[in-house]
């Protein structure tokens, strides 16, 4: 099993784990990883699209 790969910067984690502070998204039904930052900066998108869907 390969370790767990930020989806957009491609950071690889240290171990086969999921670091605590990195981000699971699921999208088009597959499972994506996003490294402490990338998850910091997808933030914003990520409550976009929440805010959209409460609208
Ligand atoms: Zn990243």
């Known amino acids: 099993m390969a370790s767990a790969t930020c989806a957009l910067c491609g950071q690889q984690a240290e171990s086969e784990d999921v670091p605590l502070t990195w981000m699971t ?10 490294c402490d930052r990338c998850a910091r900066e997808n933030v914003r998108s990520i409550e976009g699209k929440l805010d959209s869907v409460y609208w």
């Open 25 to 34: 998204s699921i999208e088009d039904g597959r499972k994506l990883l996003y």
